[in-house]
């Protein structure tokens, strides 16, 4: 990759010659997309891509690819570990841990595991567990498990079978917090 | 697991060929997602992020800046990302910002101008796919 943007550049400089006015205004949208394949034509035929025509047919490829919410659909089954570092919404079924950000578990959803995350919705299943900040349990939703967490709400119908600890963090997060600000109070020994 | 192409091939002549796609939206992994396991899915399945392990589905998509790491059985397989493996599907397309090492096991295939393909591409008949059912042992 590196090499390639290194290449790019390169190319990019000698055609900025040419046009220099015209790529840059295109540039700070596209251009981390772009690289990849311009510097591949590039490399395969050197003399080829004129620098204005390319990015016009690479962008809405780039827009399609880029901005979408994770979204696994009934049909989909996972065996395994998923991690996100992005929300996503589950409604097929997941054999294994999912460790996410927001997780919002649909209606039909199944998960057998533990599901980590910031803010976990549930409407479907989960036989496991739940360790989050804050759980939501919708009235459709069927808990099988402990929850670990801050905050709660759980509606009228939730099925729950397993304890609720409010006690995340606890041994988590805040000591990573707290070491922080102690060693803040300590450093200004210096004059 | 493997049969899938059977059960997608017995539903097709049940003038049902659109629900399994049509119904539910395609899922898609963005790019902040990864797996590490078996991926199983009756419709299409469109990946931006990382997947390790295997994965079955009628139609699958490896978006630009997806990387797969494993064995692949779909009937459609579109690689515009990056691709470590072997791919069993009837028909392959192969975009030019596609990376790919490992076997591309197709009785269809096209492969855009620009695209890194460092494997072999061996040709199967059709039936090949259908009576898939189990993925020859990966030689290295």
């Given at each position: 990759?590196?090499?390639?943007?290194?290449?790019?550049?390169?190319?990019?400089?000698?055609?900025?010659?040419?046009?220099?006015?015209?790529?840059?205004?295109?540039?700070?949208?596209?251009?981390?997309?772009?690289?990849?394949?311009?510097?591949?034509?590039?490399?395969?035929?050197?003399?080829?891509?004129?620098?204005?025509?390319?990015?016009?047919?690479?962008?809405?490829?780039?827009?399609?690819?880029?901005?979408?919410?994770?979204?696994?659909?009934?049909?989909?089954?996972?065996?395994?570990?998923?991690?996100?570092?992005?929300?996503?919404?589950?409604?097929?079924?997941?054999?294994?841990?999912?460790?996410?950000?927001?997780?919002?578990?649909?209606?039909?959803?199944?998960?057998?595991?533990?599901?980590?995350?910031?803010?976990?919705?549930?409407?479907?299943?989960?036989?496991?567990?739940?360790?989050?900040?804050?759980?939501?349990?919708?009235?459709?939703?069927?808990?099988?498990?402990?929850?670990?967490?801050?905050?709660?709400?759980?509606?009228?119908?939730?099925?729950?079978?397993?304890?609720?600890?409010?006690?995340?963090?606890?041994?988590?997060?805040?000591?990573?917090?707290?070491?922080?600000?102690?060693?803040?109070?300590?450093?200004?020994?210096?004059? | 697991?493997?049969?899938?192409?059977?059960?997608?091939?017995?539903?097709?002549?049940?003038?049902?060929?659109?629900?399994?796609?049509?119904?539910?939206?395609?899922?898609?992994?963005?790019?902040?997602?990864?797996?590490?396991?078996?991926?199983?899915?009756?419709?299409?399945?469109?990946?931006?992020?990382?997947?390790?392990?295997?994965?079955?589905?009628?139609?699958?998509?490896i978006a630009p800046g997806g990387i797969v790491e494993g064995d692949i059985v779909a009937r459609e397989v579109i690689i515009a990302g990056r691709l470590n493996g072997r791919v069993f599907a009837p028909s392959v397309t192969v975009e030019a910002s596609a990376e790919v090492e490992g076997r591309l096991f197709h009785t269809n295939i096209t492969v855009a101008q620009g695209a890194?393909?460092?494997?072999?591409?061996?040709?199967?008949?059709?039936?090949?796919?259908?009576?898939?059912?189990?993925?020859?042992?990966?030689?290295?």
């Amino acid at each position: 990759m590196n090499l390639f943007n290194r290449n790019d550049k390169t190319g990019e400089t000698r055609q900025q010659t040419q046009t220099p006015a015209q790529p840059q205004p295109t540039a700070p949208q596209a251009q981390p997309q772009q690289p990849q394949p311009r510097a591949e034509s590039v490399a395969a035929k050197p003399a080829a891509p004129p620098p204005v025509p390319t990015p016009a047919p690479q962008t809405p490829s780039a827009k399609t690819g880029a901005p979408m919410a994770s979204v696994i659909s009934k049909a989909l089954k996972i065996t395994g570990q998923l991690e996100s570092t992005e929300d996503i919404q589950i409604d097929g079924q997941i054999e294994g841990d999912v460790r996410g950000v927001g997780v919002k578990i649909g209606q039909n959803a199944k998960v057998k595991g533990t599901v980590y995350g910031d803010e976990v919705e549930l409407s479907g299943s989960i036989e496991g567990k739940i360790e989050a900040k804050k759980v939501v349990l919708n009235g459709t939703a069927r808990m099988t498990g402990d929850i670990v967490h801050q905050e709660i709400k759980v509606e009228a119908g939730a099925y729950i079978s397993g304890t609720l600890t409010p006690e995340l963090g606890k041994s988590d997060s805040k000591p990573a917090l707290k070491p922080v600000a102690t060693s803040a109070s300590v450093t200004p020994i210096t004059h | 697991m493997l049969t899938l192409t059977r059960r997608s091939e017995a539903q097709r002549p049940g003038s049902k060929t659109a629900p399994g796609m049509s119904e539910a939206p395609p899922s898609l992994l963005g790019p902040g997602v990864g797996i590490q396991g078996e991926l199983e899915i009756e419709g299409e399945l469109v990946i931006a992020g990382l997947v390790r392990g295997y994965i079955a589905a009628l139609k699958l998509v490896i978006a630009p800046g997806g990387i797969v790491e494993g064995d692949i059985v779909a009937r459609e397989v579109i690689i515009a990302g990056r691709l470590n493996g072997r791919v069993f599907a009837p028909s392959v397309t192969v975009e030019a910002s596609a990376e790919v090492e490992g076997r591309l096991f197709h009785t269809n295939i096209t492969v855009a101008q620009g695209a890194r393909v460092s494997g072999r591409m061996p040709w199967r008949p059709v039936n090949y796919f259908e009576t898939l059912d189990q993925l020859p042992e990966a030689r290295t």
